[in-house]
């Protein structure tokens, strides 16, 4: 059975400060890695996919990286507008997605 | 642009009503998913369908069904609402299963039942 887990379950950071959200999967036979990120009462928004190990991928502020057995979402300087809940989910040999309970990220001016 | 939309983003209905939630993707994806949402439990797939009238259960089928009779639309039936469905409602859309395809999600129904 595919599980992921995600770290910390909430994270609170002052605008400027960097820092990192952790993913860890254990799947079959991986396709891919998604992240995801969620304002509260929305539907999840697509970030990035990532299909093997040492791929990376940036977006402004943020940068997924991913390795064999977790995957980081880093987030450099961040403002108080990329507060929200990452998600991360994997694709497995059994084609559907596997999600984590997520990282609410909590940015203060 | 991947759209999905969601027929309501609110809705509150009494124990034991029929409940109808729907969504609408405009991209001619082939997939189309339901998934609740609740607090410590992450997202849970309820339904996928792979294609018109063709239909999966998910990890958490009971006490749903569904109904896929065109492409772009999926609708999520609750025949009997039972207090336990209150909850976010979100459908997906991907263009292919046996692929590595992103789901998009649409904007959640947030159903209460009394």
């Known amino acids: 059975e595919d599980q992921v887990t995600q770290s910390p379950e909430a994270l609170r950071l002052q605008e400027g400060e960097s820092s990192s959200l952790n993913c860890s999967y254990t799947?079959?036979?991986?396709?891919?890695l998604f992240w995801y990120r969620q304002d509260p009462g929305k539907g999840p928004e697509f970030l990035f996919t990532?299909?093997?190990a040492g791929e990376e991928k940036e977006k402004e502020r943020l940068k997924a990286t991913l390795t064999k057995k977790e995957s980081f979402l880093h987030i450099t300087a961040p403002k108080p507008e990329d507060s929200a809940t990452y998600l991360c989910a994997v694709q497995g040999a059994g084609n559907m997605l596997t999600f984590g309970g997520g990282t609410r990220l909590m940015v203060k001016p | 642009d991947v759209k999905v939309t969601q027929s309501s983003r609110y809705l509150v209905k009494r124990t034991g009503e029929k409940v109808f939630l729907e969504c609408v993707q405009d991209?001619?994806?082939?997939?189309m998913f339901w998934y609740r949402q609740d607090p410590g439990l992450g997202l849970r797939l309820i339904y996928f369908s792979y294609d018109v009238k063709m239909k999966e259960k998910g990890d958490i089928p009971e006490g749903y069904s569904v109904s896929r009779e065109k492409k772009e639309r999926f609708s999520l039936i609750l025949e009997s609402a039972s207090t336990n469905q209150t909850s976010m409602y979100l459908c997906?859309?991907?263009?292919?299963?046996?692929?590595?395809?992103?789901?998009?999600f649409g904007p959640g129904t947030r159903l209460t039942v009394l």
């Open positions: 990532l299909y093997s």
């Open positions: 991209m001619d994806h082939e997939n």
């Open positions: 799947v079959s036979g991986l396709r891919g």
């Open positions: 997906a859309s991907s263009p292919r299963l046996a692929a590595t395809d992103t789901q998009y």
